[in-house]
């Protein structure tokens, strides 16, 4: 049996090379991440894999998918993981190299309850990590991460005979075959596809080409040095050569794709970034025409449009706001059979007839080339200014202790409960609703809100405004409302950056 795994290790030392390191920090709320060598050797991952296949054999699972994102030292972590999990007695199938997605659509194809994907998504390179899940298409939740976590730093892995390992050859192909056969697109449509020297190079230009339009290949080629920016399509980096890529080549888009694939971003036939939230509801308006009476989930962080969009209203379609986090928006349009999700970081969410309900960047991809075939007359541009006019902040982040968070925010939550009972306003407007699924999202009478939540991984609050009328409205939403209640809390530090 391995030794329990302990957190004070350091490399290049006796110990570090025969006792597991794991450190608890690395235990999120819905996946595993860490700085692979400080904070988790290969015999901390080999202790996860124990822990993960103890834990999945307590839910009365055994065979596990298992794939790797393109990093130097990510197969080294999954044949780690693998001894782990063939040592709990887990029936491992490996795909190879892979998409989060190519995972997750494995689950289904292969049979296999349970998916242990070994990637960083798209922190930069030092980092790895792992998504798991035991019921497809659903992620571990903090329920999950949280016994996963007792098992994994108790040491209380267990070693089980009957554990097998299954490598399954040519899986790329046969994800790209399926990822690319809904959609077949007639318009003519030249689309930059932007990989940013990730895993998603691999797998997304040809997925397109079978959807039927013109590529234009950016940073497609494999290297694990990302040596022009790291493959995150929600940094301003990748979004300025997207956008750059577009006007050269004259393109009608540009599609951009996360270091795993899951997520994906877009820029329109200007050049222009278009938000995840208002791709969303581009989305959610042309479906609704053809899905009447849908229902969409999206986070607390999106644009306040889908409660007010008259498209939407017309169509008899609903909107839930639900927790930030693409397991809790996965899982929620799953409990809620909506017909999609989308949360504002890129993850989208598709159940039957357009996916399975797993976060897919090329399935998102496939969703916004099927709405621009079916108005071929519009272009990207125009279907976005056709959305009705919302000013939306960035998102500000003051710096709160992880251990003061929660609580600033349950008082700011109550303070706003509160001023809702009392029939109070915030500049001078009516609140129509307050929603306290995560922090707490303070609706107008206007369609403008407020939004206070505690960071899911970092110590920070997270703070975002829209108003429906200016941006020095929306300015004031964050100046004259929002900043000075948090000021009044001497546990609330500077901001990041602010409107």
């Known amino acids: 049996m391995l030794p329990v795994p302990r957190a004070d ?22 996946d595993a991440r860490w700085l692979f060598g400080p904070e988790i050797n290969l015999l901390g991952i080999e202790a996860l894999g124990l822990g993960l296949g103890t834990y999945i054999q307590e839910l009365g699972q055994t065979k596990i998918v298992i794939g790797h994102d393109y990093r130097s030292y990510s197969l080294s972590i999954k044949q780690a993981l693998t001894v782990g999990l063939v040592a709990a007695g887990c029936e491992v199938v490996d795909i190879g190299l892979a998409l989060s997605p190519t995972a997750y659509f494995a689950q289904f ?8 994907m070994v990637t960083a998504s798209h922190n930069e390179n030092g980092w790895t990590g792992v ?46 075959a399926d990822v690319s056969s809904r959609t077949k697109i007639k318009r003519p449509l030249k689309v930059v596809c932007a990989c940013g020297n990730g895993t998603a190079g691999a797998f997304a230009p040809q997925a397109l080409r079978n ?18 920016y790291n493959p995150n399509p929600e ?21 951009g794709f996360d270091g795993d694939g899951d997520r994906c971003g877009v820029v329109d036939n200007t050049g222009e970034e278009i938000f995840a939230d208002k791709i969303g509801l581009m989305l959610a308006r042309d479906l609704s025409e053809l899905h009447k009476d849908a229902t969409f989930v999206v986070d607390v962080k999106s644009t306040g449009l889908f409660a007010t969009d008259p498209v939407l209203k017309a169509n008899g379609a609903k909107t839930i706001y639900w927790k930030t986090g693409h397991s809790y928006i996965k899982r929620k349009t ?12 890129g993850h989208f969410f598709f159940n039957d ?16 080339l099927a709405m621009l075939d079916r108005n071929p007359g519009k272009k990207l541009s125009e279907l976005k200014d056709a959305l009705p006019i919302a000013y939306t902040s960035l998102t500000m982040s003051p710096h709160c202790a992880d251990e003061e968070k929660y609580g600033v925010v349950d008082d700011v939550v109550a303070e706003y409960e509160q001023l809702a009972k009392d029939g109070g306003t915030i500049l001078g407007r009516k609140i129509v609703e307050v929603i306290t699924v995560n922090g707490v999202r303070v609706a107008l009478e206007d369609g403008s809100w407020v939004l206070v939540r505690a960071s899911s991984n ?42």
């Open 235 to 255: 940094d301003h980096e990748m979004l300025t050569e997207m956008a750059k890529a577009v006007r050269e080549h004259g393109a009608d888009l540009a599609l």
């Open 211 to 228: 959807m039927g339009v013109e590529v234009i290949e950016m940073d497609c080629e494999l290297d694990w040095n990302f040596p022009r």
């Open 353 to 368: 007839p357009i996916g399975r309900g797993y976060d897919c960047g090329l399935t998102a991809a496939a969703a916004i």
């Open 9 to 30: 290790l350091v490399p290049n030392t006796f110990d570090y090379e025969i006792t597991p390191l794991v450190k608890a920090t690395g235990f999120r709320e819905y």
């Open 131 to 176: 998504k798991m899940g035991a019921q497809r298409p659903l992620t571990f939740g903090p329920v999950e991460m949280g016994r996963l976590k007792e098992i994994v730093l108790g040491g209380h892995g267990v070693a089980k005979a009957g554990g097998s390992l299954t490598h399954v050859s040519g899986f790329q192909a046969t994800f790209i």
């Open 334 to 345: 799953a409990e809620l059979g909506a017909l999609a999700g989308f949360e504002k970081s």
């Open 109 to 116: 194809a292969l049979d296999a309850p349970c998916v242990a």
């Open 458 to 499: 970092k110590p920070e609050i997270v703070v975002v405004v829209e108003s429906t009328s200016s941006e020095d409205d929306m300015r004031a939403l964050f100046r004259e409302e929002v900043k000075p209640r948090l000021a009044k809390r001497p546990q609330v530090g500077a901001y990041n950056q602010e409107v």
